[in-house]
């Protein structure tokens, strides 16, 4: 049984208000018989929905057979306590299914830590609530059987302490994980122009990420199929190429304990040069998850200063309107391109697997007019025993001239000046001044 409390700012969609819960909720194995849903100007304290309409939800659970209720909002461990006492019903809140998940999702070691470090600060502070047995044993005056208090006060204790202990030692290894990413990530981008694929889950960028790239990625029409960023590089042509990374989808109202957890795989993300927004605008809802997008985003680098602590630089945005060709009219499209006229209509799919292709040699022919940036004549000295920096100028310049002196090469190239600056970043010694006559 699926249920919500509708309060003046709620955010959801309109138009399919249960439609994101019930893919959830199904991706977590359950079958869906029922909905409940209640208008309120504010949640009951006790109960979060009115007591009448959870007696009322009772009874529809056991005309319908339903063993779970999954309410599409954070609980806290007493409303939960009481509605499973009201209705006898096991009861989820929108957290713990996210969490449940991604647990079933996670593969690899790093997302397997970041689980277990959200589900224990899911869990932390419901421990009280988790050991309510205790007072059953001890009675309500706290004076029950002798020996009952003492042992009870104590195991729960303990169990914070082997929860606390647990979770300190889960955020200093994914700690350490976190500051090789970064590292990783650093050297990475003084090297490569990088790209990330961000979105809402299930909008296609898994299936985009193989079209555009040797692939790899578990692709697959359901909700957080994917929990680890792949990067790859992608080809664009004119001998231009670029890291394309493939990250975790956001959804809406995502726990923040479970953002704080997958910091390490956003990462990729947070450092890119540029991040490619995809919005299945096939979907109802388009609007609502480009927001939730949008604001995770701009969440997580303000919540990210760079290493320094000042403000990290936040990313370049390009907007892919993807499933275009399941619109019945482009009606919908056609907004969309009015409100960001940037923005690429695409199909992930190329005509080689069945789809369109549409927009796919645009949206090359836009990320590497960015890789390389506009394009100057340049006079570019770098000394002989830079060979590594003089094999990458040779490779990404349309070289007219080059003259040996004594211990340095001097290179007349048509090169972008994005390109250039790369260059420089990785070989301090170079030195670059503009062409003074027309290239032949």
Not at 12 to 37: C, H, M
Not at 87 to 111: C, G, P, Q, Y
Not at 204 to 221: H, I
């Amino acid at each position: 049984m699926l249920a919500a409390v509708r309060l003046p700012r709620s955010n959801y969609d309109r138009s399919d208000p249960f439609g994101e819960l019930k893919a959830l909720a199904e991706q977590a194995g359950a079958i869906v018989v029922g909905v409940v849903e209640q208008f309120r100007d504010a949640p009951e304290a006790g109960t979060f929905m009115g007591t009448g309409k959870v007696q009322e939800m009772k009874g529809l659970c056991e005309r319908l057979e339903a063993r779970t209720i999954i309410f599409d909002h954070d609980l806290s461990p007493k409303q939960i306590a009481k509605i499973e006492e009201i209705t006898e019903r096991k009861v989820v809140d929108r957290s713990e299914l996210i969490l449940d998940i991604f647990a079933s999702r996670a593969t690899s070691h790093e997302a397997k830590l970041q689980v277990e470090l959200a589900q224990l600060e899911y869990t932390f502070p419901r421990l009280r609530a988790m050991w309510s047995h205790l007072e059953r044993i001890t009675g309500s005056g706290g004076i029950g059987g002798i020996g009952t208090r003492g042992p009870g006060e104590m195991q729960l204790e303990i169990d914070r302490r082997l929860v606390a202990n647990k979770r300190v030692a889960l955020q200093r290894e994914l700690r350490e994980i976190q500051a090789r990413k970064r590292r990783e990530v650093r050297q990475r981008n003084a090297e490569n122009f990088t790209v990330g694929l961000v979105g809402y889950t299930n909008a296609g960028k898994s299936t985009l990420f193989n079209t555009l790239t040797a692939g790899g990625a578990y692709a697959d029409d359901r909700v957080f199929a994917t929990l680890i960023t792949r990067t790859r590089e992608w080809d664009l042509g004119s001998g231009v190429k670029a890291l394309l990374s493939d990250t975790v989808g956001f959804v809406r109202d995502l726990p923040h304990h479970l953002i704080a957890s997958f910091r390490a795989t956003l990462e990729e993300a947070m450092h890119a040069d540029l991040l490619l927004l995809v919005l299945d605008v096939s979907e109802p809802g388009a609007d609502l998850r480009h927001k939730t997008v949008c604001e995770t985003l701009d969440s997580l680098l303000a919540d990210r200063p760079d290493d320094d602590g000042t403000p990290r630089r936040a990313p370049e945005r390009l907007v892919l309107l993807t499933k275009v060709d399941r619109l019945r009219d482009n009606r919908e499209l056609l907004m969309w391109q009015q409100r960001d006229p940037e923005a690429i209509p695409l199909c992930a799919i190329d005509p080689g697997a069945g789809g369109s292709g549409q927009g796919l040699d645009e949206l090359r022919a836009r990320v590497r007019q960015r890789v390389a940036g506009p394009v100057g004549q340049w006079v570019i000295t770098l000394p002989l025993h830079e060979a590594r920096a003089i094999a990458a100028v040779e490779s990404q310049a349309r070289v007219a001239h080059r003259e040996y002196l004594d211990d340095a090469v001097e290179i007349t190239a048509e090169l972008g000046e994005r390109r250039l600056e790369r260059l420089r970043a990785s070989c301090p010694a170079m030195r670059a001044r503009k062409a003074e006559h027309p290239l032949g």
